[in-house]
């Protein structure tokens, strides 16, 4: 066996490891937290008034409903949080281990289940024997117990997962496009989040233009905060979905759809460029405008191809548009030929 | 969309723009439905006036090949690329061809250009 072959079995085996913890850590540990939580709320059921208290105002109970929705309350948010966490830390880094970003969606998972399991099971616990809800006692201390034991399971998950794997992925030095003489080159090319990434958004979007519907018809002053709300979700939403790339004598420039906001490296300030594969949740946490760790920012909008480009203070700047490798090409061509020039 | 002219070539501006958009559509790299650069954005792109772009942006229109309104920019409105398959296979290997005799784009240009009369 070569040692090429060994390096990659040990790869393997890392990768199906850091998998098998990732389940643990971010599904199986969380849910296991809310369904303890609920069952011991649902052993409780018999003592409890009807309806109990669900939400407080500082100054006693001011919401009531029926006791079992707000039992599977905890669980259901752990369970879809969770699929959520595991799917985004599937990806591992090339030696098989996790971002610090993955790390961090998965144990919060841990913390949210604890915080949710303690606090309204305290919640619940305080109503146990009353006849009336009203009399239930303020819930502000479980919450905050439950936060602070959250951090504390938290951080030793944070201990199960392998250890974060901080070496950035690197790109390839791409083909310069040919360029002689007096030509001028221009590559331009727009770029939007995927369409998953697009579905999810449409959701939020529908989400709170419901909740504005339904808080604009419950009172007045609502209404307003619903609406401002809503064209907030709106602008920020449409000003990062669309982005226009573009490649030419001047440098590099990104703008969004409204022309903000935008980005322009001048040719001047131009190191390198490299073509990537980009990995949101992997390489940067995340969608849209982000900033990961060592000066390292980007338009990131869906998985696979970007160009990065390396400032002359080592700031590096990816995006990631289709096409790449040409528009990659254009930046590389206009760099040598500035080169040629100055000497 | 990748845009190449050449200001020291005898053919204009205007032409050279159209043809190098029209190409990008023959070849897929623009496809149907997607917006152009405005012309002012093109213009300070490729560092040329823009009423220029204008000029190759209304003649791609009277072609048909894009739509523009005013406000709206300029939408690719021409054919399906797939109908040009044959054509990108036959220019692929016309120009493998000529870079095997060592002949230089503009007389492989000019070769076309006689074919056509």
Redesign the interface.
């Known amino acids: 066996m070569s040692s090429e072959d060994s390096g990659a079995v040990s790869r393997d085996r890392r990768r199906h490891s850091t998998h098998i913890r990732s389940i643990i850590v971010g599904g199986t540990l969380p849910v296991a937290i809310g369904l303890a939580a609920t069952l011991l709320m649902a052993s409780w059921i018999p003592e409890l008034p009807d309806p109990i208290a669900v939400h407080w105002s500082g100054a006693g109970p001011d919401g009531f409903g029926p006791a079992v929705p707000y039992l599977f309350m905890p669980l259901a948010f752990v369970v879809v949080y969770s699929v959520f966490a595991v799917m985004m830390s599937w990806k591992t880094t090339p030696s098989g281990s996790l971002a610090s970003g993955q790390k961090l969606v998965l144990v919060a998972g841990v913390w949210m289940s604890t915080m949710l399991g303690i606090g309204i099971g305290g919640s619940v616990e305080f109503q146990r024997g009353l006849s009336d809800a009203k009399d239930a006692p303020d819930v502000g201390i479980t919450l905050a117990i439950g936060g602070g034991v959250g951090l504390v399971v938290a951080a030793v998950a944070w201990f199960l997962l392998p250890p974060a794997d901080e070496a950035q992925p690197s790109g390839a030095v791409p083909k310069s496009v040919d360029l002689r003489g007096g030509e001028r080159l221009s590559w331009s090319h727009s770029t939007r989040f995927g369409n998953g990434t697009m579905a999810i958004l449409g959701v939020v979007i529908a989400l709170t233009a419901g909740i504005a519907i339904f808080a604009a018809m419950s009172s007045r002053p609502a209404a307003g905060v619903a609406i401002v709300a809503l064209a907030v979700v709106a602008v920020s939403v449409v000003s990062m979905s669309l982005w226009r790339v573009s490649a030419d004598h001047r440098g590099f420039i990104v703008r969004g759809a409204m022309g903000w906001p935008s980005k322009r490296i001048l040719l001047a300030d131009i190191r390198t460029v490299q073509v990537l594969d980009v990995h949101p949740m992997r390489d940067f946490g995340g969608y849209g405008w982000r900033w990961s760790g060592g000066g390292r920012s980007g338009v990131i909008l869906r998985t696979g191809p970007g160009i990065e480009i390396t400032s002359s203070r080592g700031k590096r700047f990816v995006v990631t548009v289709d096409d790449a490798e040409t528009g990659a090409g254009v930046i590389a061509a206009v760099l040598k030929k500035q080169t040629s020039r100055a000497e | 969309?990748?845009?190449?002219?050449?200001?020291?070539s005898g053919v204009p501006l205007f032409d050279q723009l159209a043809g190098s958009i029209r190409a990008s559509t023959i070849t897929g790299?623009i496809s149907v439905g997607?917006?152009l650069?405005s012309a002012r954005?093109?213009a300070?792109?490729?560092?040329?006036n823009v009423h220029t772009v204008l000029r190759a942006y209304q003649l791609l229109r009277d072609e048909g090949l894009i739509d523009l309104r005013p406000g709206r920019g300029a939408i690719v409105t021409g054919r399906a690329s797939g109908d040009y398959d044959a054509l990108n296979h036959a220019v692929d290997a016309a120009v493998a061809e000529a870079r095997k005799l060592d002949i230089t784009p503009s007389a492989l240009t000019a070769l076309i250009r006689e074919a056509y009369q």
């Open positions: 969309m990748l845009i190449r002219i050449d200001p020291s790299a997607e917006r650069p954005e093109l300070a792109s490729l560092d040329i």
